[in-house]
């Protein structure tokens, strides 16, 4: 058997039609030739649960799908891993909101993970955007020097009286840090979101 449509007992069809409608759903933001890269895993995952038999019963397919369990338990995970691997290679900032938006479906710890390197990628924004802001107006952001010889990030020209430290070098350091850390992340994402070892 290769598809499930060719199962030979309507009522067991209709099991199978329904969960792969599940997976769909999940399915549903992703490109739609990843999305049938995945929803083609599902099906064999299902077929091999049922060892390839066309004339499978309703009962038969229904403990195959408990055990093999929902979409939601084991896809998003999946998604996430191969996005996060796929990003650490290629630095594609898609994948990367597609790695933290799987990966925050996939179980409380990750999505944990997921919260904070959300924060990081967040600081990477800023960084770039504070870079940006500075390179159109010299008071708009820089790290100064305060009167009692602390020093702080200052945005929006909050201090007139500090010496400003790094001038107009701000702007590519700050552009070195935010693409340095963006790239650290990425390349790290698998290591923080990782696809769960099961059978199909």
């Not at 397919?61 to 996060?84: C, N, T």
């Not at 010299?138 to 702080?152: E, H, K, S």
Request: glycine residues 10%; charged residues 20%.
């Amino acid at each position: 058997m290769e598809r499930l449509t060719e199962l030979e007992h309507e009522p067991a069809r209709a099991l199978a039609a329904e969960y792969l409608q599940e997976a769909d759903v999940l399915l549903g933001r992703l490109p739609r030739r990843v999305a049938r890269h995945y929803r083609r895993e599902v099906e064999l995952r299902v077929i091999e649960a049922l060892n390839g038999g066309r004339n499978a019963s309703a009962e038969t397919v229904s403990r195959a799908l408990d055990l093999i369990g929902p979409p939601g338990h084991y896809l998003p995970s999946e998604i996430a891993g191969q996005a996060a691997r796929l990003a650490a290679r290629s630095l594609n900032p898609r994948r990367v909101v597609e790695a933290l938006r799987y990966g925050a479906m996939s179980g409380a710890g990750t999505a944990t993970i997921v919260s904070v390197l959300g924060l990081l990628y967040a600081a990477v924004l800023f960084a770039i955007a504070a870079g940006a802001a500075r390179l159109i107006s010299p008071d708009a952001a820089g790290i100064y020097q305060l009167a009692n010889g602390a020093y702080v990030l200052g945005i929006g020209g909050n201090y007139p009286d500090a010496r400003d430290v790094l001038g107009v070098l701000f702007v590519p350091l700050s552009w070195a840090f935010g693409a340095g850390l963006y790239t650290a992340l990425t390349q790290l994402l698998p290591v923080f979101i990782r696809e769960r070892r099961r059978g199909r």
